[in-house]
DNA sequence: TTCTGATCGTCAAAGGTTTGACTATCTCGC
DNA sequence: GCGAGATAGTCAAACCTTTGACGATCAGAA
């Protein structure tokens, strides 16, 4: 063999190529469990990739301020730590984000009157516009990708991956817990 | 109804509530589309989390900073813009990483001559040690998620994975094209 | 009541990523 | 040859995110 094919390859074709060199180089590899990271990672990265750039970016909205509304948006009022356990990313990262989205007119930060320590996020008239049009656009995006699957394939791929989210691994990793 | 179940939800729990929530006010919303990528997007996010936390970080790595050494390691010593393309980074993040891995000894960076412009990037001894012990572990967990599912699942799930790595939808999100 | 520990939101610091610009270099048609 | 256009790597700017620290506030036990 010629060995030396490695410039040529892309992102698919690597991951082929990685899981024999993989093989060879550690032989205790799982390259069952190599493919699965590398193609469920590959594949959301694409995901992201794709509605940021096709979807916010273009309405002025980054990704983590889309996640910020989105959750706003159907979880009602919410508490700032609320959001952040909601949206998947820390307190300071929400803080940050609402003060762009605030400026924007997009959200309203209220006191608590209970706990003065909390901050209840709400969504202006503007912000619930913005964020259900842009979610227009999202579902758009999310049904042309899941229309390269049949129904059965959808259901199938969607009990799977919920399998492992609520798998014994997935409660290991506590995430920003 | 009470329709205030929101302040209790949970990541997980959103999903479902998210949904229904999704559908009454935008009727034209595809609930199993939204359920695919809600699903897919968390759980990436969870496992990266999960490799950068418990096997990166703790080795001084930076998620960014694994993939490149991950991508030398498996496809040789490779010029700086196809270790972008195979690492799924722009080349300006390629730069920037390879500067803390070059001054912690991990890769090395020659001129190819037969390209003045171009840089060749390869693992040091220190470089290998250190992709081939953090990818062992990194393998480890791996193995652990995919032990939530049975040999013909993971089968399924990586089939149904790269049919959407392969779609349509995926070549036209030409992603740092 | 008061004190101790936990929790809330924010800030600063550090690091990562992208885009766009820039220089140096290559390639290909004339 | 040579000149126009493409390409490689780098840099600067902008933005996002995390961690750790902080002051303010709350909750519960003594």
Known sequence: MTDRPA?????????????????????????????????????????????????????????????????????????????????????????????????????TRTQVPEDRRAVRLALTETGHTAVTDAYQAHNTREQAWASSLTPSEQTVLIGLLEKLTTSPAAAAAQRLA
């Open 7 to 107: 410039e040529d390859l892309d992102y698919l074709s690597f991951v082929d190529y990685a899981i024999g060199k993989a093989k060879a180089e550690l032989p205790d590899t799982d390259p069952v469990a190599m493919r699965l990271g590398l193609t469920l990672h590959r594949l959301a990265g694409a995901l992201v990739y794709d509605w940021e750039s096709t979807v916010h970016r273009p309405r002025g909205l980054s990704w983590g301020g889309f996640r910020v509304l989105f959750v706003l948006w159907l979880a009602g009022p919410l508490e700032s730590r609320h959001a952040a356990r909601l949206a998947g990313m820390s307190r300071a990262a929400v803080s940050a984000l609402v003060k762009t989205l605030e400026r924007d007119g997009l959200v």
